[in-house]
């Protein structure tokens, strides 16, 4: 399975952004599909997860402010960013697991700044 993620760029503080994980199958069997992101200089954190049967799960830092959704029927993940700050400038990674399959994405850069 490929994952393309899509949909950073450059906004100002304040602003919102819409990431998408593209699928190259059907996503329908990933019960664990999640977001994640790393700055420079810092590890990969986690950002939010949609897990089937327990819902959905935010960082501290993005709660109230991200949105993660998925569309099984067009084998994509999203993640809609609001009020955006600049430490929220990272590199985000899409994930997909099933039991032993762990497939991740390239990644998409996300820079907040005036």
């Known amino acids: 399975v490929q994952l393309q993620a899509s949909g950073g760029g450059l906004v100002q503080p304040g602003g919102s952004l819409r990431l998408s994980c593209a699928a190259s199958?059907?996503?329908?069997?990933?019960?664990?599909m999640g977001w994640y992101r790393q700055a420079p200089g810092k590890v990969r954190e986690l950002v939010a997860t949609?897990?089937?049967?327990?819902?959905?799960n935010y960082a501290d830092s993005v709660k109230g402010r991200f949105a993660i959704s998925r569309d099984n029927a067009k084998n994509t993940l999203y993640l809609q960013m609001s009020r955006l700050k600049p430490e929220d400038t990272a590199v985000y990674y899409c994930?997909?697991?099933?039991?032993?399959?762990?497939?991740w994405g390239k990644g998409t850069q996300v820079t907040v700044s005036s």
């Open positions: 994930n997909a697991q099933y039991y032993n399959e762990d497939y």
């Open positions: 949609i897990i089937s049967g327990l819902g959905t």
């Open positions: 199958e059907s996503i329908a069997r990933f019960n664990y």
